[in-house]
């Protein structure tokens, strides 16, 4: 099955709203995509490479048809809605929608797929660390702009390893804002309590999250703070052995030993700075309490701080 988009010149911070029956084949934005070029299936979605009339690649990811009902579709204009007001390279970006014969949201396409893909397929060779240091630096920053740089405050509540997308050079992309909660930006101290909706993965949940339902910044600082020890150790966060990553390597941490969180499969290529910032933040941002993880400002500024110490 082929089916159309149209897009327009300029379309931020305009969303563009067309059915693929109102496209024109001879439009320089005119985009199709085929229901074959399945690259990702998620929770409630089903995301698709098209190509566009100009030659640009673009995912096009679809409410699943088993998946219509109204929660689904309210996390859907959730993510429209949200990304319609970010703007930042490491952030995925929205291109259009469309709201016609279903639901479609039309990004741009992140041709190296996801850091979980990527990092835990046993049939690639092991990601570098080089990649592994850029990726979370990368996400680190996209995360503060959520938080602090952007006119409103967003708390993504999903932040993992499928969720980060790799464009071309491995530049890291938060994307999937289905849970994303929008806060008003004078609320500077709020929490939201209870939360409705769904859960995201309980393995990067925070304990005030899993346990009552409070979310905010600090929640996905933890979330945070799990991928940093996914990557570094290649680890997925459950592993059918029953212990959580962080579990694993809390101990670990708190001993110093943070050689022994290192992949296995890096053969020691790493680099020990590095990895000790990496090790270190991601000790704070997994922290019980959320009053004592940092703020992804912290972490950006004091652990992260790429340019200035590499
Ligand atoms: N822009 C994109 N470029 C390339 N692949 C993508 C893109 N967006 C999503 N994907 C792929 O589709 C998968 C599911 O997308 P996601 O937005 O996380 O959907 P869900 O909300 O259902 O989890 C991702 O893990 C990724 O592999
Ligand atoms: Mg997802």
């Known amino acids: 099955m082929v089916f159309s988009f149209m897009f327009m ?32 299936k998620g929770g409630y979605a089903e995301v698709y490479r098209g190509i566009l009339q100009d030659g640009q690649a673009i995912a096009v990811k ?8 109204e929660r689904k579709e309210k996390e859907f204009l959730t993510e429209i809605g949200t990304l319609g007001h970010v703007c930042h390279p490491n952030v995925s970006s929205l291109l259009g929608c469309c709201i016609d014969n279903g639901l479609y949201i039309i990004f741009q396409f992140s041709s190296r797929g996801s850091v979980a893909s990527l990092l835990h397929d046993e049939n690639l060779p092991a990601m570098d660390w080089k990649t592994r240091f850029r990726i979370a630096v990368g996400t680190a920053r996209g995360l503060h702009y959520l938080h602090k740089g952007c006119p409103r405050r967003i708390i993504h509540r ?13 530049e890291p992309q938060i994307s999937d804002f289905g849970l994303a909660k929008w806060l008003p930006s004078q609320w500077t101290h709020h929490s939201i309590v209870p939360i409705e909706g769904t859960f995201g993965c309980s393995t ?11 979310v905010d910044e600090k929640t996905d ?14 680890k997925k966060p459950v592993d059918g052995s029953h212990q959580s990553l962080h579990s694993w390597a809390k101990p670990l941490l708190k001993q110093g030993e943070t050689e022994e ?21 991601a000790s704070l941002c997994i922290r ?19 340019r200035k110490r590499c």
């Open 204 to 214: 990067h949940l925070a304990p005030e999250y899993f346990m009552h339902g409070v």
């Open 221 to 234: 600082v933890f979330a945070f703070g799990v991928f940093l020890l996914e990557i570094i150790s290649g």
């Open 288 to 306: 019980a309490s959320s009053t004592w993880r940092p703020t992804m400002s912290e972490v950006t500024a004091r652990y992260f701080n790429y």
């Open 261 to 281: 969180l290192v992949d296995p499969r890096l053969e020691g290529a790493y680099n020990a700075d590095q990895l000790s910032r990496l090790a270190f933040a």
């Open 158 to 170: 999903d932040i993992k390893a499928s969720n980060i997308l790799l464009t071309a050079n491995f």
């Open 62 to 69: 679809r409410l699943s048809k088993s998946s219509s009902n």
């Open 9 to 40: 010149e300029e379309i931020r911070p305009l969303l563009l709203l067309l059915g693929y029956q109102l496209s024109e084949p001879s439009s320089p934005h005119f985009g199709i995509w085929m229901s074959d070029n399945l690259v990702g």
